[in-house]
């Protein structure tokens, strides 16, 4: 265990646990590794991801000024000389800042130049009570549609915790979307302590024969919660994590819908476009014949997100709409 390592957590842990702890480790491991981002030192960040690092790794947990572009560009520069800078954005939105230095200069580095740029922007993705459309945002779609951009989106503690590390690890650029709402709703017994599944890989989270839910992120928990719904009616609905959505893994979704002939795809993130779009055409071009209906989607209303708690609840998908759009589709 390199200095400064934590052991491995054998009680409960939480989903933004597992985040720090896999930075934790990613800084034990390597010198070469660094966190950057505003009140990520004294105050650990804005949601306490980066708590008490900055005192176990001295000078290696940094605070930046409230400049996103700053921020990545001087993480971009460092990655260059041979770093591994991981940047904490205190909100997926706030990213947007920052964009011409993810998309213009971190994705097309390697293609340019030949030379790796190995960085990790971590993005506090998607909406909770309150937050309203500036803290809210699913931005997911907007990096995958960059060439030389993995997007990262773990549903589970397990993913939180492996996922990051393997982030940290790839020499590309990743963006690792983590959801907020999942932060302490989520806790797992412990972290994993073996091989895990590799990112690029989708999950079959629960097996099925009537129809496939196709999700990732926090969406995940409410399509299972949909589909136990469901099993009360007598279905039996598959769930699918895509875990990452840049790459997709297309065979594995070709596989369930293989199995179910019915495909719904379910994401927080805006509908006009998208990760559930891509989905979608993807099936319809490569699986076309496998389908016993038109395959469907859903996702959060095509409005800025609001901030009054009820009206939020109504506006992203939930476990009672992903039946419902369930149940439409196994009537088709």
Known sequence: MGQGASPVNTMAITYLEAIREAQAKALADDDSVYIYGQDVAAFGGAFKATKNLAERFPGRVTDAPISEDA???????????????????QFADFSSVAFNQIVNQAATHFFRTGVPLPLVVRLPSGGTEGSGPFHSQSLESIYAHYPGLIVMTPATVEDAYSMLLEAVAINDPVIFCEHKFLYYHLKADALP???????????????????TIVTYSAMVHESLKAAHELTAEGWDIEVVDLRTVKPIDTDT??????RTGRLLCVSEGFPWGGVTAEVVSRVVADGFHLLDAPPQRLNCRDTPIPYHPNLWKSHRPTSQNIADSMRGLLHL
């Open 193 to 211: 302590t073996g091989d895990a599944l590799p990112a690029g890989r989708a999950r079959i989270v629960k097996p099925g024969r009537h129809a």
């Open 253 to 258: 979704v070709l596989g369930s819908v293989a």
């Open 71 to 89: 921020m990545v560009g001087s993480a971009i520069g460092a990655a260059i000389e041979g770093m591994r800078p991981i940047v904490e954005m």
